[in-house]
């Protein structure tokens, strides 16, 4: 069995010691930093640009070893340190600030420092992975969320924040699996470009400083170690990346070492989760036991048979419970408050050789359903050494560990479905076992000994060099290595009922999984910069490189059957292997190598063009198609550069576009290359035979998109408003997927080229301070993306399929239906005139436009699409002296949605377990009613029509968060150098034109959240 909370236990253990010769080391560093030698005094006051006191500025200057000597600003700004006489000059650092230099004059000994806000200039830069590029020359399509963002919103995961603060960026609206901490939602970056659903291949690539990493990491990764997030979106974005950049690169930068006296910065968050069923009108006792009447389950009262009698009986008896009161709301019978608890460390310092930055994190999460919870613990080392403008080395290590439990007792929906004429108890306390219509008493269930769990960890290490062998030209080189695991167990005990037709010998079971992926990759490139023309006008940058990667993955599973007892919760107790089962596992190993080079010149900082070379081949594809080719062209003009421009507002005008070619290779790695497996039954003179693992493809090939964007960046009275407008046109071609086989070739499927997708939209990005006064300002941000899509090709296969899967569909929701010039998220039903007055039954319209009381399939006509017309976020985030409110609001707008509880618990609904309250109230009931909803009594399957089609708007209260800054001289009483108090709340509230029920399998929960940030 596996011991989750002993590993979590024992890397805490470790976690506490190392931290414990960490401090000893500091201490060391810091005794060492400040040994006393020839020294003068030097003081001043650092300001803002409205002359108010910046307090907590870091002020450092270095002697000649390169040994730090500093202290902290006091609450009014003061400074004074011992400085060293060797210095030349001091700097002076603080958070939310432009770092500032100063020339120390041996003449003066006091300085008054004016330090200007960390907001967006034109000289930012955009973080690629590989190397940095100034924005104001960069060609591609991007967008950065700052740390500052970040602490204003509910720290809940990553994602949530990517998806608000970046247009483009969309988690799929997943009604079903709601606020489970386990499950990692789907995503997608400017259009699905993949036929599968499900299993995130529309997943853009993470990149973490430096290094690709996994969802599930990204997924857990705490909040507070992020000092940015840039979202690169198009070719000339992702040019570092051709084979794995179809959907776009997600680069995460942790924060960075500082030089200067030690810094301990700590943020604890405190959230109570609230399950939120106001998505949930079910019936009430009354009610339900009244719709059962109307629907025909106990007769019409008229008969005199046994059996007619029995059913009357049933009736009152149910009857007289009502009007006892029993009224039973079953949905919180599952449900629970989650206490969760988040804490974050972090220590930086040293001398300007030698810097470190090392976090720790501890996140306990408690579901809203009870046995769901997730904990995560977490460390990161970033170390680096040397002189940052010459020769320097650095390696940044993280460590992660989380166990989870998941609900082992049945979804939410088992609960949403009771009726509440039943009660779950009787009167001795003892479980309920008699409920309506032979209904399994889903607390049975609960009280046993199930279990879901799973474990797993990452271990991630980067080492990286930089030798700036002059001003103009830089070597750069880095290897990683990333070990992941993951472990999973599942225990069903003996006494659940799903075993009660077995013998007593086969019930009770054990699954058991784990699994490991290891990863080796490295980089090297150089970057050199040439200034050009003759007066130096012109600079070309030029940077080429190669890098290598090798990954191996292997996973081992078997399952068990017969179990004694409910309290062996053991593999080693089960009496055997599943029935014609066997152990299971597989493994995969797959290398890359490729070579890039890139070029950029500028002229005068005006115009400037962008091109990008990159080939590459992969061990994932046949030898026909080992080798493949990227790349990608950008120009931009600035035309606030012009002369035209110089009296005018703008602080940013800059016109850009871009193609390229990027790819994907997210697939098996032996999907186009042989392998083979030994299979037990085939013994030969002796030996043991092989067969090959899969079918392969060796003419299989890469899919590729060809990426077009054009764009603006603007920016007025020096960036105060800044935003940005992006207009794309992208095409996917080659789009792998495993398609079925006869069964005389004997394998049931293999992976094929089908068709081409294209993707064209709008993004538009705008922020800005409307007011900035003296203990004042207001913050807005707003953005909003329109995709389209657009099946260019499918393969006849995919036809033939479709049409297939239309002819056998039983469900009363809508299948997915590919078809040439259509989107992939197109909504197609049979259209509908509504229910017939007279006899409560549906007519349909067919293509040609004639009424028929019969559905037919290929009468589908497309009626919308699932996709948002447009979809974004809105914010702002106020000052008023200490305090700060910041609000982020979600919106999707004109999604055509196929209403699931209309279909499912309205008309198509069982009369036997609970609906939703329009069954009892618009269902027809008597001829001439003009009821939007079929006979109440008709208990038929409706096939998808337009009935069900609503379009939605919708907003969202994702995050809102009131923080306060205790007084400069209260925190210097103490000790202090800041602390910051909040509260917030995430997932307020969905507001929506669409009334259907939301967290189907686990629901949807409220966070409530106080939060303590103290700096030392």
């Not at 950049?245 to 924060?255: D, E, K, L, S």
């Not at 292997?554 to 062996?568: M, N, P, Y």
């Not at 046949?622 to 009296?647: M, Q, T, V, Y």
């Not at 096939?943 to 968060?961: C, N, Q, W």
Request: proline share 4%.
């Amino acid at each position: 069995m596996l011991r989750a909370n002993m590993g979590m236990e024992g890397l805490l253990r470790k976690t506490g010691c190392f931290l414990l010769v960490l401090s000893v080391i500091l201490s060391v560093v810091q005794t060492t930093a400040q040994t006393p030698g020839k020294q003068f005094k030097l003081g001043g006051q650092v300001l803002d640009e409205s002359d108010h006191p910046v307090a907590g500025a870091n002020i450092v200057a270095c002697d000649r070893s390169g040994t730090p000597h500093g202290t902290i600003a006091d609450a009014q700004g003061n400074f004074t340190f011992d400085c060293p006489q060797g210095a030349t000059e001091f700097q002076v650092r603080m958070l939310g600030y432009q770092p500032f230099r100063q020339t120390i004059d041996r003449a003066k000994n006091h300085y008054e420092i004016r330090l200007k806000p960390a907001v967006e200039q034109v000289s930012d830069v955009v973080v690629t992975g590989y190397i940095d590029k100034k924005k104001e020359s960069y060609t591609g399509s991007s967008h950065t969320v700052r740390r500052q963002e970040i602490e204003e919103m509910v720290h809940t995961n990553v994602l949530n924040i990517i998806q608000l603060r970046t247009p483009g960026f969309g988690l799929f609206d997943d009604i079903a699996n709601g606020s489970d901490p386990n499950h990692i939602p789907d995503m997608v970056l400017r259009g699905r470009s993949s036929f599968i659903e499900g299993d995130q291949t529309n997943v853009p690539l993470f990149i973490l400083d430096g290094t690709e990493v996994d969802i599930g990491y990204v997924f857990d990764i705490p909040a507070d170690d992020i000092e940015s997030i840039t979202v690169l979106k198009d070719a000339a974005a992702t040019s570092f990346y051709g084979s794995k950049a179809a959907n776009g690169v997600v680069v995460i930068t942790t924060r960075p070492t500082q030089f200067g006296r030690l810094q301990v910065n700590y943020t604890g968050n405190f959230q109570v989760s609230v399950p939120d069923l106001s998505d949930y009108r079910l019936l009430d006792a009354g009610e339900k036991l009244e719709y059962e009447r109307l629907a025909g389950l106990y007769g019409d009262f008229s008969g005199s048979s046994s059996s007619d009698v029995d059913k009357q009986k049933t009736y009152y008896e149910r009857l007289e419970r009502v009007n006892a009161g029993v009224n039973t709301d079953w949905m919180r019978q599952a449900l629970r408050t989650g206490l969760n608890h988040i804490h974050s460390l972090n220590l930086s310092g040293g001398s300007r050789d030698f810097r470190y930055n090392v976090s720790g994190s501890y996140n306990a999460t408690t579901g809203v359903m009870d046995k769901s919870d997730k904990t995560t613990a977490s460390l990161r080392i970033n170390l680096t050494y040397g002189n940052l403008e010459k020769l320097f080395f650095q390696n940044i290590m993280s460590v992660s560990r989380n166990a989870s439990n998941d609900v082992p007792y049945g979804s939410f929906s088992d609960y949403a479905r009771l009726n509440p004429y039943d009660a779950p108890y009787l009167e001795d306390r003892s479980l309920n076992n008699n409920l309506a219509f032979n209904a399994a008493n889903p607390l049975y269930e609960k009280r046993l000994n199930s279990y879901i769990r799973n474990a797993s960890g990452y271990f991630i290490d980067t080492f990286r060099i930089r030798w700036n062998i002059r001003p103009s030209l830089r070597v750069e080189t880095s290897i990683s290595y990333v070990r992941s695991t993951t472990e999973g167990e599942t225990f069903h005990s003996p006494l659940s009922k799903r075993f009660y037709d077995r013998d007593a010998a086969k019930r009770g079971s054990f699954s058991v999984a784990n699994g490991t992926n290891n990863t080796l990759s490295g980089n090297a490139f150089i970057v050199w910069n040439i200034p050009c023309g003759a007066s130096d006008d012109g600079l070309l940058s030029m940077t080429a490189g190669v890098n290598i990667e090798s990954s191996r993955s292997e996973s081992h599973s078997f399952e068990a059957l017969g179990v004694l007892s409910d309290k062996l919760e053991h593999p080693s107790m089960a009496i055997g292997y599943a029935e014609s089962g066997r152990p299971g596992g597989s493994e995969e190993l797959s290398r890359m190598l490729g070579g890039f080079f890139s070029a950029n010149y500028s002229w005068k900082n005006r115009y400037f063009i962008d091109a990008s070379f990159r080939y590459e081949g992969s061990s994932k594809f046949g030898a026909d198609n080992k080798f493949a080719p990227f790349g990608a062209i950008g120009i931009g003009w600035n035309l606030h550069r012009e002369r035209f421009f110089e009296s005018s507002p703008f602080s940013l005008f800059k016109l850009r576009a871009s193609i390229g070619l990027v790819g994907n290779a997210g697939f098996n790695a032996y999907q186009a290359q042989l392998a083979y497996r030994y299979d037990a039954g085939l013994l030969y003179n002796g030996s043991i035979g092989a067969v090959p693992v899969s079918m392969v493809n060796p003419r299989l090939k890469w899919e590729r998109s060809i990426k077009r964007n054009i764009g603006l960046d603007i920016g007025l009275w020096q960036d105060r408003i800044n935003g940005s407008i992006d207009i794309y046109y992208d095409t996917t071609n080659n789009l792998v997927m495993a398609i079925a086989k006869p069964d005389h070739i004997g394998f049931p499927n293999a992976m094929e080229n089908l068709g081409k997708i294209r993707n064209s939209g709008i993004e538009i990005s705008v922020r800005g301070n409307l007011f900035r006064k003296k203990d004042a300002s207001l913050n807005l941000y707003a953005n909003m993306s329109h995709n389209r899509n657009r099946i260019v090709a499918i393969s006849d296969y995919l036809k033939n399929k479709n049409k297939e899967n239309e002819a056998n569909a039983t469900s009363s929701l809508p299948a997915a239906f590919y078809e040439e010039g259509e989107s992939m998220t197109a909504l197609k039903v049979m259209r509908s005139a509504g229910i017939n007055p007279a006899n409560g039954r549906e007519v349909f319209i067919t293509r040609e436009g004639r009424l028929t009381y019969e559905y037919d399939y290929r009468d589908k006509q497309v009626v919308g699409d699932t996709a948002p017309k447009v979809q974004g976020a809105i914010g702002l985030s106020f000052d008023l002296y200490a305090f700060n409110l910041s609000v982020s609001l979600g919106y999707r707008l004109g999604a055509t949605v196929y209403n699931q509880t209309l279909a499912t618990k309205v008309e198509g609904a069982d009369p036997t377990a609970n609906a939703d309250r329009r069954v009892f109230h618009d269902r027809w009931k008597a001829p001439g009613d003009r009821a939007r909803y079929k006979n109440i009594a008709n208990r038929e399957t409706t096939p998808p029509t337009d009935r069900f089609i609503a379009t939605e708007y919708a907003l969202e209260g994702s995050s809102m968060k009131l923080s306060y800054l205790l007084p400069k001289h209260f925190c210097r009483r103490i000790g202090l150098r800041q602390i910051r108090i909040a509260a917030s709340v995430g997932d307020l509230f969905n507001l929506s034109t669409v009334r259907r029920e939301r967290g189907l399998d686990y629901p949807f929960a409220r966070v409530f959240q106080m939060s303590l940030t103290v700096n030392i």
